[in-house]
T-cell receptor, first 116, second 113 residues
């Protein structure tokens, strides 16, 4: 059984650029959630994808967008990067979603994004 | 806005001691309460979790105590070891269609040898 993987590990961008982060969910999991973790803080929910559709969204602007693919892997896209977007971006996978309750979310190692 | 409040911010205990971390939540629309352990540069790893219909759950050296009426829950680490030194996050899972986790602010635990 493979765990959650994310790429790249680290990324440096400049303000105004666009970035795409990738996540492969744990084997058998069909739901992917993305979180932003600023330094010294707890993760904040960005959005969740279930069966290729957005299933819920936190308090993040529309320049944060995502995709989920048929193999349940996912992308997080951030446009018009701002300095405050510097953070660890975490992907979590789980089984279920939508009207089916999901409980345990398993996290990947994260992508460290630095915006200069 | 749903919130989970966690304390203390940092904790130092001696090897073999008991580490206690507390959390409180405000919204009743949570139905699953996990604790995560995070080492520097790593993603959070699930440690132990509890549902609100259970008052206590124990797994090895880790115990969650849950008080539904007070909307509080805590993590107890017995016989704390230097390898337990990490940041611990409590979290609460919303009961809606989007099962999102709301995290506490974290507790940095240091276990002295």
């Amino acid at each position: 059984e493979t765990g959650v993987t994310q790429s790249p590990t680290h990324l440096i961008k400049t303000r105004g650029q666009q970035v795409t982060l990738r996540c492969s969910s744990q084997s058998g999991h069909n739901t992917v959630s993305w979180y932003q973790q600023a330094l010294g803080q707890g993760p904040q929910f960005i959005f969740q994808y279930y069966r290729e559709e957005e299933n819920g969204r936190g308090n993040f602007p529309p320049r944060f967008s995502g995709l989920q693919f048929p193999n349940y892997s996912s992308e997080l896209n951030v446009n018009a990067l701002e300095l405050d977007d510097s953070a660890l971006y975490l992907c979590a996978s789980s089984l279920g979603g939508g009207r089916v309750s999901t409980d345990t979310q398993y996290f990947g190692p994260g992508t460290r994004l630095t915006v200069l | 806005q749903q919130q989970v409040k966690q304390s203390p911010q940092s904790l130092i205990v001696q090897k073999g001691g008991i580490s206690i971390i507390n959390c409180a939540y405000e919204n009743t629309a949570f139905d699953y309460f996990p604790w995560y352990q995070q080492f520097p540069g790593k993603g959070p790893a699930l440690l132990i979790a509890i549902r609100p219909d259970v008052s206590e759950k124990k797994e090895g050296r880790f115990t969650i105590s849950f008080n539904k009426s007070a909307k509080q829950f805590s993590l107890h680490i017995m016989d704390s070891q230097p390898g337990d030194s990490a940041t611990y996050f409590c979290a609460a899972l919303s009961s809606g269609s989007a099962r999102q986790l709301t995290f506490g602010s974290g507790t940095q635990l240091t276990v002295l040898p």
